[in-house]
């Protein structure tokens, strides 16, 4: 029997549409047997995703999203099967997340310099958390005001580099994030690598110090990936002995390309993270 993983999704504690609850609980209806809830530098949704996978008897893996600039692009770390109660995982992620708001302000007044008015307060509305709004709250509350079609089509006029309401920003170092994973008795993966625009060279640069540091597996295949990238990065993993991980990066049904447990299956002669972590 073929295990169905999915390590990598979002609730509302991030930037997720639905609570972790309902995360856990369309996972299970969607066939998940292991799931891990990923959100963005923070953990706090964990408790609430352990109880409901109890509930209904599916495995969850705790994990985090962590934000890290990496050559002027920021780069995703996942850790899996952490204890998201270690203080040095909770310091630094509280370092990370600090720096989030700042970032929607400045976002704002620079859609607010083009004549985009009130855009932080509506992004605000969108966030559970308003310490933690991050560009997916200001691309809703833009879809809801009727501006854009879609979230990706904010992105691509508004939020992307090079466009009016991008701020660049510098989150934790490749090094730090890996470490506080670490520490947390984690293991670190590479998220959805076939997203960052990256060079051949800068991608074997990042290979090189992620493994240097500490690090374990990468995302072979991904909500992101095509068919292509995940041959890519199937034979990165291979070349360099890491481990393959499976996830759709899900944040909401209107929001992502694939649904919970519905990615494609690892390449069969890749060594599956869950391996070490059940």
């Known amino acids: ?19 972790p609850t309902e995360v856990v609980r369309r996972a299970a209806a969607n066939g998940v047997s292991l799931l891990a809830l990923t959100d963005h530098d923070e953990v706090g949704g964990l408790d609430e995703a352990k109880a409901t996978a109890h509930e209904l008897g599916i495995m969850l893996v705790p994990g985090v999203e962590i934000s890290v600039t990496f050559l ?17 995982l909770l310091d630094g992620l509280r370092q990370v997340r600090s720096g989030r708001d700042q970032r929607a302000v400045r976002m704002s007044e620079a859609l607010d310099a083009i004549g985009i008015h009130g855009v932080l307060e509506g992004a605000r509305r969108f966030a559970r958390n308003p310490a933690l709004v991050g560009r997916a709250h200001f691309a809703r509350h833009l879809v809801a005001s009727g501006l854009m079609p879609d979230v990706n089509t904010v992105f691509r006029y508004y939020l992307a580099r090079g466009k009016p309401g991008y701020v660049a920003h510098t989150w934790a170092m490749l090094e730090d994030a890996v470490g506080w994973i670490r520490t947390a008795g984690g293991l670190a993966v590479i998220a959805h690598p076939a997203r960052y625009r990256l060079s051949d060279h800068d991608m074997d640069t990042l290979f090189d110090r992620f493994v240097a540091c500490g690090g374990e597996a990468v995302e072979v295949v991904s909500g992101a990936h095509t068919e292509a990238e995940v041959l890519k990065f199937a034979s990165i993993a291979r070349r360099r002995g890491l481990l393959a991980s499976r996830a759709s990066d899900f944040h909401g049904e209107k929001e992502s390309p694939v649904d919970l447990g519905r990615c494609d299956p690892l390449p069969p002669d890749l060594t599956p993270v869950w391996s070490k972590l059940i």
Do not use: R
């Open 1 to 19: 029997m073929i295990l169905n993983a999915d390590l990598h999704c979002h609730s509302t504690v991030s930037d997720g549409w639905l609570t």
């Open 72 to 88: 002027e692009e920021t780069i995703h770390i996942v850790g899996l099967g952490i204890d998201h109660y270690n203080p040095q």
